[in-house]
């Protein structure tokens, strides 16, 4: 019989976190390698791990599982990497370069002063962009009928060619997706093995541009995505798992394995996606509304900015140089984790990333890398025990970490240790200053968050980080080296929805509104239904996406429930009104608004569940103290209090520096900061 275990997932880029909630409530982790080159090895991995964790085997232990919410970041690493699929694209004739002109934006890290750039080059190159005869006018009507056999010869030609997935994107076919929908039809039967994505499926706005451009984006990771699902699928169900299987979207919400196969673009940022609520469930519990998500792994470094709850969304979105105008939760990432090579670059200047050892083959110390990595310099510094890495499951090799770090020290005239604290100041630099970027910089003071330091290399990195802005308080997170999981637990699992709808409010049709809403909330409740979820325990909440007359940005603004009328879009004006106040500090009621598009959000209560708590203790924590070890703090070597974090108990107190050697996490106290554990294990630092 099917058991009640909840199972939440993250492929990261070095490890694959496996998060078990199980019939008590109480999470339980385990992390397996990310395998590359096959990820549902390292998912099995993780899966292993933790049927063996509860007794049982794999069979058993998937038999058990209701529902398993998974998250990676494949189509992430396909899209930056360049490893996508042979594209082609089927667009109104003479309408094939609206995806190199794309509003004439360059490219989006290049200073838009400098002339000397180079092209855009589109995924899709203009040879494989084949112009079709049809015509869709912007309300719907048919000006010219879809001339299928210009299809036919376009497949024909995609199959000659070894195209491998299709985009297919008319003219607003966001109001009539019937040619679009024909087209796929036909190239599914011509070439059944050509992935094809539809924009009227994909991103049913206006705006040609981003949305051929993000159906574009998805048709080009769709087959490796697809193929990893199916497989994934698959294997699965040859070890008796028969709950439901969830993906973590990039919006923060989940949905079912078949809609993300035909919609692979909302796979972008998986993952990370979840962290934010993770943040937010930490930050209720301690009485924080302001927070500063961070998330440290091993290839990335993930910041995310929350003011007052809200979990900040965005449709501004780029993928490198690709546009992706899906509504993703905002977050900001660099290259830099655990993963991330140090090196000299062409001015002779010490850099750190934004190239990546990877899991594969990972920092030198793990024994298969020759390159420094950021882990190399933790574990010179004596943060990171090389004798306790993940419980002691991996032995560090500390004499390999200090052979990676002979070119660089030798071009700095340092030694190996004051060449990885060179390292590791010039990484967490880099993380500060991304910190800044999406607050100081955009009117926040810093300093009035709790900054959430999570990830595998966050309990590291998080005080240093801290110290560096002026932050009185670091959160880490008992279950910081899985957070991306954890975050799947915390929020309640949903789906997004959206129509294009462009009209002034002052003109709008209440019935158009209304009908529109009830069939996206209609197309909600059915989806939920396939899921074994019924009508009364689904939440939806609409929302619109409104702007002054003449702006080219929006803003999402809360609508009511319920029938629309004339006053309930008056009360919508005079929401956006208010809620562009509190984001740009200005407002024009004077002016009149429009509407762009219209939202639902459908959700559902998250399963309830607690963190697994600890016994009070007295407040005096050498009781749990396991060693002293050599470790470099503001240039000085100190030997270091370390703790044993399975003997570390509530209301333990003490002052940094101090180590903290956990199963999953190792837990740094700069000088200057106080940690506190608190009930639930969360380590509190503050500063003295």
Same mark, same amino acid.
């Given at each position: ?18 998060l078990?909630?199980?019939e008590?409530g109480v999470l339980?982790?385990f992390?397996a390698?990310t ?22 085997s ?23 990497t ?21 509003r004439g ?8 002063y ?13 040879s494989?962009?084949?112009g079709?005869?049809e ?6 009507t ?5 001339n299928?056999?210009e ?18 994107c ?38 040609e ?6 159906t ?17 699928q698959?294997?699965?169900k ?7 299987l969830l993906?973590m ?10 809609k ?41 470094f993930?910041?995310c ?12 979105s ?13 977050i900001?990432?660099i290259g ?16 750190v990333?934004?190239?990546?050892a990877g ?5 030198a110390c793990y ?6 990595t ?42 190996a240790?004051?060449t ?6 010039t ?21 009035e ?6 990830g595998?290399?966050?309990p $590291?990195?998080?005080?240093f980080?801290?110290?560096?802005l002026g932050?009185d308080?670091?959160?880490?997170p008992?279950?910081?080296?899985l ?7 915390a ?10 709808h ?8 209440p019935?158009?509104?209304n009908e ?26 609409r929302?619109?996406?409104m ?19 004339s ?11 208010q ?6 500090a200005f ?11 219209l939202?639902v ?16 203790g007295?407040?005096d924590?050498?009781g749990?103290?396991?060693r ?6 503001e ?10 974090g ?5 209301g ?6 101090a180590i903290?050697?956990e199963? $999953?996490?190792t ?21 003295a």
């Open positions: 019989m099917q058991g009640k275990k909840r199972v939440c997932v993250d492929v990261g880029g070095t490890f694959t976190d496996c078990v909630m199980d008590t339980r982790q992390k390698s395998t590359p080159n096959y990820p549902s090895d390292g998912f099995m991995n993780a899966m292993q791990k933790a049927a063996k964790g509860y007794g049982q794999l069979q058993e232990f998937l038999g058990s599982v209701s529902v398993l919410i998974h998250g990676t970041t494949l189509a992430t690493n396909i899209l930056l360049g490893r996508g699929a042979k594209t082609g694209m089927l667009t109104t004739k003479n309408f094939r370069d609206i995806v190199e002109i794309r934006i360059k490219p989006v890290n290049i200073s838009l400098n002339v000397f750039i180079p092209p855009n080059r589109p995924l899709v190159p203009r494989r962009r084949i079709v005869d015509r869709v006018l912007y309300d719907g048919v000006a010219t009928p879809l299928e056999q299809v036919v010869d376009a497949v024909a030609k995609f199959r000659n060619d070894g195209v491998q997935a299709v985009a297919v008319y003219l607003h076919s966001y109001i009539n997706p019937d040619h679009e929908r024909r087209t796929a039809a036909l190239v599914k039967e011509i070439a059944p093995d050509m992935y094809v994505t539809t924009s009227s499926d994909t991103l049913p706005i206006w705006r541009f981003e949305r051929f451009n993000t574009m984006v998805g048709a080009y990771v769709g087959p490796a995505v697809a193929n990893y699902l199916t497989n994934l698959q294997r699965l040859e070890c008796e798992f028969a709950g439901n993906m979207q990039a919006n923060g919400l989940v949905q079912t394995v078949e993300c196969i035909d919609k692979a673009v909302y796979l972008l940022h998986s993952g990370p996606a979840a962290a934010p609520s993770g943040a937010v469930y930490l930050g209720d519990m301690l009485g924080k509304r302001d927070l500063i998500s961070v998330d440290m792994g091993g290839t990335s993930d910041v900015l929350i003011q007052d709850r809200e979990i900040p969304t965005t449709t501004e780029w993928g490198g140089d690709q546009r992706v105008a899906i509504k993703m939760v905002e900001e990432t830099a984790g655990g993963g991330s090579i140090g090196d000299i670059d062409s001015l002779g200047l010490l850099k990333g934004p190239q990546s899991a594969d083959p990972g920092p024994g298969k890398g020759d390159r420094p950021v882990t190399d310099a933790d574990v010179l510094l004596g943060y990171i025990p090389h004798d306790y890495f993940l419980g002691g499951d991996i032995k560090l090799d500390l004499a390999a970490s200090r052979n990676a770090m002979k070119g660089i020290a030798e071009h700095l005239k340092r030694d240790i004051d990885a604290e060179a390292m590791f100041t990484v967490n630099a880099s993380m500060a200053d991304l910190i800044t970027e999406v607050s100081t910089k955009r009117g926040h003071d810093v300093r968050s709790v900054l959430v330091a999570a595998g290399g966050g $590291t990195h998080g005080g980080i801290a110290k560096s932050l308080t670091v959160v880490i008992q279950v910081a080296g957070f991306s999981a954890f975050g799947m637990f929020m309640d699992p949903g789906e997004d929805y959206v129509r294009s462009v009209v002034r409010a002052a003109n709008a049709i019935e158009r509104i529109l809403y009830e069939d996206m909330e209609a197309e909600a409740v059915d989806s939920f239904r396939k899921m074994g979820i019924a009508r009364g325990d689904v939440t939806l909440s929302t619109a996406d702007r002054y007359i003449g702006q080219f940005h929006e803003v999402e603004t809360e609508v009511k429930g319920g029938e629309i009328t006053a309930e879009i008056e009360a919508a004006v005079q929401a956006f009104t809620k562009h106040e509190k984001l740009y407002s024009m009621p004077w002016k009149g608004a429009e509407i762009l598009a939202r959000k459908a959700t559902v209560r998250k399963a309830p569940f607690q963190l697994k708590g600890v016994e009070a007295n407040g924590a050498s749990a103290l396991k002293t070890r050599r470790a470099r703090f240039g000085k070597d100190i030997d270091t209090p370390v703790y044993d399975d003997r570390i108990r509530a333990d107190r003490f002052a940094g520096p903290v050697e199963p $999953t996490m837990v740094v106290v700069p000088t200057g900061f106080t940690c506190t554990v608190d009930k639930y294990k969360n380590y509190v630092l503050t500063a």
